[in-house]
């Protein structure tokens, strides 16, 4: 298997399209590489700008097909109404609209109401504990390397998650390599 630092050779045909969260939360733990197995990643502008701010992640700097999405696509206004009712900001509304032009992408996000209002409109959605466990599927991080990084989250990320669920997916992690 590979190692954290290790290239991917062979990516994925999945093209993802990321809201901020997963990619801050994967480089404040170190794990940000994992994106380089999609084939595309798309980030959307107002995304680009929220990153940079908070963590400046210099996206050149990864091996990882970056797409960086300039402006906002147009939004039907059934979808733009839901968007708002939801109250999700500006880089969750440019990720839904850039789904609605790549409507078989994978929606990375782990704000709650972005994954309800994609799921309601049909588009498949994880997360950054989803990454984390799609490495061991694919071959890119051991289970124990994975089960450290899920520990590490707690206190190394921003990221918020149930302890209950933490340690579900931990112990599911377990049951299934062990």
Known sequence: MLNGASVVKSRSKTVVVCD???????????????????????????????????RRINFAEN?????????RLPLER??????TLFALDSGE????????????????TDDAAARIVAGKLGYQVHGTIG???RAIRRD???PEEVIETLERIRYESTLHIKESLLQEVISTIKENTG
Not at 93 to 108: C, K
């Open 63 to 71: 091996d990882i097909a970056w797409l960086l999405v300039p402006a």
């Open 140 to 142: 890119l991080l051991e």
């Open 78 to 83: 059934s979808i733009n109404t839901i968007c």
């Open 93 to 108: 509304v440019e990720a839904i609209s850039i789904l609605t032009h790549e409507p078989d992408a994978l929606f990375l």
């Open 131 to 133: 990454i984390l466990v």
């Open 20 to 54: 901020a969260g997963p990619l801050i939360h994967l480089h404040e733990v170190g794990c940000l590489h994992l994106l380089a197995d999609f084939q595309k990643v798309i980030v959307p502008h107002g995304v680009e700008n929220e990153v940079v701010r908070y």
